[in-house]
């Protein structure tokens, strides 16, 4: 079974400097990736979402995957404080059971003015 | 475009009662998913209708819980017997028929939130 795990737990950083998420998933055939922010109390909202290795920007936001390592890797440029929120990495593998995403259990990003 | 729209936001049960919560997908969208939010077991699948077909409810608890999808615009998710480790964020997510492909995107609602005392 799909085990995807995300770290740091939480992670504080200044406006304006790089941020960086991590992401490691278990089941070598996921070809499907994807960035999720939920902000309190709300939906998530998907970021980025990429399913071969190298990387994908979608604005400040870039993600890594290097399917060898079964990591997977969110990079937030010029974060703000609006930024601020809960950051979900979700994975799914190819095959017949390819729509249904496993997600981690995030990333709390706090970002100090 | 309205988004994904749940209802209600938040639901209050007793032990033992039955809690039926709404889900309205996006208009034209043929995938439909229904997923549990806690603190400690994360974003777990329970449900997916394509189609308004059930397709795969392999997460769903067996005995109190059943999901449908009687038309296109909406969804349900029926717990009966309501416990207190049924206490969570259910957040209901849409997608069009791309879904499954490495294209197109699931968009969630904003969930609702069931407390059972």
């Known amino acids: 079974q799909q085990k995807v795990q995300q770290s740091p737990e939480s992670l504080t950083v200044s406006e304006g400097a790089m941020a960086s998420l991590n992401c490691t998933f278990s089941?070598?055939?996921?070809?499907?990736f994807r960035w999720y922010r939920q902000h309190s109390a709300k939906g998530l909202e998907v970021l980025v979402s990429?399913?071969?290795?190298g990387e994908k920007e979608e604005g400040r936001f870039t993600a890594h995957l290097n399917r060898a390592n079964l990591h997977v890797s969110l990079h937030i440029r010029e974060p703000q404080p609006s930024d601020s929120a809960v950051y979900l990495c979700?994975?799914?593998?190819?095959?017949?059971?390819?729509?249904?995403?496993?997600f981690g259990k995030g990333t709390l990003l706090t970002v100090t003015p | 475009n309205a988004g994904v729209i749940q209802t209600p936001r938040h639901k209050v049960t007793g032990k033992g009662q039955e809690a039926t919560l709404w889900c309205e997908p996006i208009?034209?969208?043929?995938?439909v998913f229904w997923y549990r939010q806690t603190i400690v077991q994360g974003l777990e699948f329970l449900t997916y209708?394509?189609?308004?077909?059930?397709?795969?409810d392999s997460g769903m608890p067996k005995e109190r819980f059943s999901a449908q999808m009687p038309n296109q615009s909406h969804s349900t998710l029926k717990i009966q017997s309501t416990q207190p480790q049924d206490s969570a964020v259910y957040l209901c997510?849409?997608?069009?028929?791309?879904?499954?492909?490495?294209?197109?995107?699931?968009?969630f609602g904003e969930g609702s939130k069931l407390t059972v005392l």
């Open positions: 997510a849409s997608s069009s028929r791309d879904w499954g492909a490495n294209t197109g995107q699931l968009y």
């Open positions: 089941d070598g055939t996921s070809n499907n």
């Open positions: 990429i399913f071969s290795d």
């Open positions: 979700a994975v799914s593998i190819s095959g017949g059971s390819n729509y249904k995403l496993t």
């Open positions: 208009s034209g969208h043929s995938a």
């Open positions: 209708f394509r189609n308004q077909a059930p397709i795969d």
